[in-house]
């Protein structure tokens, strides 16, 4: 197994140029699509890749399950590989026949995308175990542009179906953003440098694998939807239209909490593998490090959020501009989940408890926003989940400290050994080497 990365900043800018490159690929296929299809038809996509998206957020149950086993419980990469990969088979095809369903079924615009969102989800699945087993092995570079290779590969399909093809639907959209995810797959299966084989099939590490990643799929999956479950109030009075645009909001503001994923991801090796106090000390360094990063970074795109729209979507997308900026502050507190959720998933196998901390913000969120969504659209729908956020988050952080009886300066005091960590990295790069 790799050695566990020990510089906070060092793992962090790795995870950075490796998501801002997922975070690219994945505006540009929002750009796209968007302008090709207008915003009823990029509404459609949108509803289509949300409930991809809330598959995805159960994957994280698989790729916390598999990285757990590996890291902290010590069991054979092979095993966890192929006991994983039945229980993300069968759960794939269950997505696929639910997409069918689906089809077969509804009416309207979301008849017209079931198969292909099924098909998505089973990829994502898949890639959801794979990437575990990189996440345990403590691949971390591997795992990192395994998380990036799908929306790579999901915009060159993209950009191959509405311009190579001419086919500019939601649908062909769609399709296109599934065989990217299918794409991704094998590269990502070879990087483990593990085989899976049925004779490493463990029935009783299958349950233990369903019963962690049960709990850490809920937690996730809840967590999505607290980020986007308002986007469904903003239809019932927006409609798709009001979708489309809210929807660059909260995308971008999600891209914003790439900075406070890539620093909680940077530690989990360790924090995994430690004992409990010294896990705590790394939780709080990586909340102080998001503190400021997030922070920089809130500042930066509050300044330029006009800009930004007005550049890339246009007129009728500039909405989206005051409902990112209202969006920020909740964005920057709540930034400071990811580090709280690795320690208590990787460290104390409570995966649960995230889903304790996104389930109260969501149901203050849906509360707010039908109160505010009907008088301020989706300016109310941002400043719903920004206070929903605020509040869960201050709940969340007041029972760590008193959990782990740490103090609450160790969260804001940015120590003189922080600042080195990320001085010695630019030295290094300043030198020509690797960071």
């Not at 460290?347 to 008088?375: E, K, M």
Request: with cysteine.
């Amino acid at each position: 197994m790799a050695e566990p990365e020990t510089s906070i900043a060092r793992g962090t800018l790795i995870a950075l140029v490796c998501r801002a490159i997922n975070v690219a690929a994945g505006v540009l296929v929002v750009l796209l699509v968007s302008r090709e299809l207008g915003d009823a038809g990029f509404g459609t996509f949108v509803l289509g890749t949300t409930v991809v998206g809330v598959v995805a957020a159960l994957t994280g149950g698989l790729t916390a399950a598999a990285g757990y086993q590996i890291n902290n419980q010590r069991w054979p990469a092979g095993e966890v590989l192929s006991s994983g990969g039945v229980v993300a088979l069968a759960l794939g095809v269950a997505a696929v026949i639910g997409g069918l369903v689906l089809r077969e079924s509804l009416a309207g615009n979301a008849r017209t995308i079931g198969l292909e969102a099924g098909l998505a989800a089973a990829a994502v699945l898949m890639n959801g175990v794979v990437t575990g087993i990189l996440l345990g092995q403590g691949r971390m570079v591997r795992y990192n542009l395994a998380l990036a290779a799908p929306a790579l590969f999901g915009l060159s399909a993209v950009v191959a179906v509405l311009y190579g093809l001419d086919e500019r639907t939601p649908s062909a959209a769609l399709g296109a953003f599934a065989a990217g995810q299918w794409l991704a797959f094998l590269p990502a299966l070879l990087a483990t440098r593990t085989a899976p084989s049925f004779r490493a099939v463990n029935r009783p590490l299958i349950g233990i694998m369903l019963r962690f990643s049960g709990f850490a799929a809920l937690s996730s999956g809840i967590s999505y939807l607290n980020y986007r479950a308002d986007i469904f109030v903003v239809r019932a009075w927006e409609g798709e239209a009001g979708v489309g645009v809210y929807n660059i909001a909260v995308q971008l503001a999600e891209a914003v909490w790439q900075i406070s994923g890539a620093v909680a991801l940077a530690a989990i090796p360790r924090i995994a593998g430690s004992s409990q106090g010294l896990a705590a000390e790394l939780t709080t360094r990586i909340m102080r490090h998001t503190l400021v990063l997030l922070g920089l970074a809130c500042i930066v795109v509050a300044l330029l959020a006009d800009v930004g729209v007005g550049l890339f979507w246009g007129d009728d997308f500039s909405g989206a501009a005051n409902a990112l900026r209202i969006l920020l502050p909740g964005t920057l507190v709540y930034g400071l989940a990811a580090g709280i959720s690795g320690y208590y998933t990787y460290q104390r196998g409570r995966p649960w408890l995230a889903g304790v901390i996104s389930s109260s913000s969501l149901v203050i969120d849906i509360a707010l926003a039908l109160v505010f969504v009907p008088r301020w659209g989706i300016n109310g729908a941002a400043l719903a989940t920004s206070i929903s956020y605020v509040l869960a988050m201050g709940a969340a952080a007041a029972y760590f400290l008193h959990d782990t009886r740490t103090s609450p300066a160790a969260l804001f005091r940015f120590r003189r050994t922080d600042f080195d960590d990320y001085v010695a990295v630019l030295r290094r790069l300043k030198r020509g080497r690797p960071a």
